[in-house]
């Protein structure tokens, strides 16, 4: 029994906390540590990355007082108390945190069982050393650039990553500090504070670019974020998308109402960073007013392409790389679905067409292929893929063109993105893919009137230099709306003489 008791506790995690650690609650209560629902997403994210690459790299974007770092720390002090020669290294915002972060260390040692508490042989305002094990636990501040340069740990927790005074040169010196080696696990978390190198590894986290997994946790799952509502409270119209965008009570509307007039200052945009329900909304600087609708996104997102049938025309946007980091993407759409074909980056122009050709030789049920030729590249693909006999089945499409509807529309590309959010916002809601890089390119361009009341939208040049990245897979969505394709059978006599003849131009380049 006592064997099983001692393996259950050194193997599961969530009953260890449970039964060996005490945390102090929001009413100042010292109560055991039984996760919450946040605590449970994080858990189990990290928990199935373990299993697939023996280690952990996290980023954690989320909401305030969600007991991520309460987790994290649990998650680090079992493993440090618990193993021989590891050391864990915690590095917080400001002191006040690095002493609250500390202290509940210090809480789960002295109020744990016996059996469970290694021998300390230093125990101050930064450090706890467990002698017997060559094993500590160190907290510290983020307060200079050299910070963390001088040791060496197995398990780093960056708590409130997005406020440290200097991100890019610590973690820097953090990357050589921390071997790249099974069982060390980074933990990077924060609240939101606008575009700066915490967005900026979460975009690559996001878009599948370094080793992180990106983990979002949003404020409502918080079973406390809820009051009773007064009689005064009113939601507008924005207020009750928003409730049905995510599925809220009247309670979690009220307590998010109330958050926002008494601790806000009765700015939403405020509250969207400190409390956000989407990674798009958190990272959205204040008064950012998007053509395609974050809510309208999000249902997207959760409809169910299975559910929908394929009817019209198979249509294609690929949007080409036109220099350093951008991605060239392709989105496949079909009626009321849209699905994505992939990204690449660094591809020459041949590799790009190739690509783009061996999709419309193996699926003749491609009508049309539209192309961004704007910046150049672009019309290099086109140019071959016409030579290889698709030139019926491929379009260039310049962004700065003039749109079909000059009246509405500055340009072709604001034209297109303006048909793509009313098909999003569409009632009957269509199928997108759901992934945090689409909401996040979707929901980056902002927009405005011209004096003559056209729809213009952000330059790709400017949404790259506020968000640090061009939209590469909305504009290839968006580029899926260039122009009206009819829906003829794919397999008629004409349809399929363009077929062969293309299948046999491209073998024969």
């Given at each position: 029994m006592a064997d099983s008791y001692f393996k259950r506790m050194m193997t599961d995690d969530a009953y260890y906390f449970a039964n060996n650690l005490k945390i102090i609650d929001k009413d100042g209560e010292i109560v055991p540590f039984y996760m919450n629902e946040a605590q449970k997403i994080v858990h189990d994210a990290v928990e199935k990355q373990l299993q697939e690459t023996g280690k952990v790299r996290a980023i954690c974007v989320k909401g305030r007082q969600q007991g991520i770092s309460t987790y994290v720390g649990a998650r680090f002090y079992k493993r440090t108390s618990s193993k021989t020669n590891k050391k864990t290294f915690i590095l917080t915002h400001d002191l006040d945190a690095t002493d609250n972060l500390f202290n509940m260390a210090k809480n789960y040692y002295d109020l744990s069982h016996d059996e469970f508490k290694p021998k300390i042989n230093a125990r101050n305002a930064k450090t706890l050393s467990f002698s017997k094990l060559n094993s500590s636990y160190r907290v510290a501040t983020?307060?200079?650039?050299?910070?963390?340069?001088?040791?060496?740990?197995?398990?780093?927790?960056?708590?409130?990553?997005?406020?440290?005074?200097f991100g890019i040169n610590i973690m820097a010196g953090l990357g050589q500090s921390i071997p790249d080696k099974e069982g060390t696990e980074i933990f990077l978390e924060s609240t939101a504070n606008g575009m700066n190198f915490f967005h900026e590894r979460w975009k690559l986290a996001v878009a599948g670019k370094s080793d992180?997994?990106?983990?979002?946790?949003?404020?409502?799952?918080?079973?406390?974020?809820?009051?009773?509502?007064?009689?005064?409270?009113?939601l507008n119209e924005y207020d009750l998308e928003y409730m049905e965008t995510y599925g809220l009570d009247i309670n979690q509307m009220a307590w998010r109402a109330n958050k926002i007039f008494s601790d806000f200052n009765g700015s939403k945009d405020v509250f969207n960073q400190e409390y956000p329900a989407t990674c798009d909304l958190a990272f959205q600087k204040v008064g950012h007013q998007p053509l395609v609708s974050t809510f309208a996104v999000t249902k997207a997102r959760k409809q169910v392409a299975a559910h929908i049938q394929r009817i019209g025309a198979h249509v294609v946007g690929v949007d080409v790389a036109r220099y350093g980091d951008d991605d060239t993407s392709i989105y496949h759409r079909q009626g009321r679905i849209a699905w994505k074909e992939g990204s690449y980056n660094g591809l020459s122009v041949p590799e790009v067409a190739s690509i783009c050709a061996n999709l419309l030789r193996n699926d003749p049920s491609i009508r049309?292929?539209?192309?961004?030729?704007?910046?150049?590249?672009?019309?290099?693909?086109?140019?071959?893929?016409?030579?290889?006999?698709?030139?019926?089945?491929?379009?260039?499409?310049?962004?700065?063109?003039?749109?079909?509807?000059?009246?509405?529309?500055?340009?072709?590309?604001?034209?297109?993105?303006?048909?793509?959010?009313?098909?999003?916002?569409?009632?009957?809601?269509?199928?997108?893919?759901?992934?945090?890089?689409?909401?996040?390119?979707?929901?980056?361009?902002?927009y405005s009137f011209t004096h003559n009341g056209q729809i213009k939208l952000d330059s790709k040049e400017k949404i790259k230099?506020?968000?640090?990245?061009?939209?590469?897979?909305?504009?290839?969505?968006?580029?899926?709306?260039?122009?009206?394709?009819?829906?003829?059978?794919?397999?008629?006599?004409?349809?399929?003489?363009?077929?062969?003849?293309?299948?046999?131009?491209?073998?024969?380049?």
């Open positions: 983020a307060k200079n650039k050299t910070t963390g340069r001088s040791f060496t740990a197995q398990f780093f927790h960056g708590s409130e990553v997005a406020y440290w005074p992180y997994i990106p983990i979002f946790v949003p404020w409502y799952i918080q079973e406390e974020y809820r009051r009773e509502p007064t009689k005064d409270l009113e049309m292929m539209f192309i961004d030729i704007t910046g150049g590249l672009g019309a290099g693909v086109y140019d071959l893929l016409v030579l290889w006999g698709h030139g019926k089945r491929v379009t260039p499409v310049v962004f700065n063109a003039k749109p079909s509807d000059p009246r509405k529309y500055y340009n072709k590309r604001a034209e297109i993105w303006g048909e793509m959010a009313d098909w999003i916002a569409d009632p009957i809601t269509p199928s997108i893919p759901d992934t945090d890089r689409l909401h996040m390119d979707l929901t980056a361009p902002s230099k506020e968000t640090g990245k061009s939209p590469d897979d909305g504009d290839a969505l968006a580029l899926t709306f260039a122009a009206p394709i009819q829906a003829d059978d794919s397999y008629t006599p004409d349809w399929q003489k363009n077929l062969t003849n293309s299948d046999l131009d491209y073998m024969a380049a």
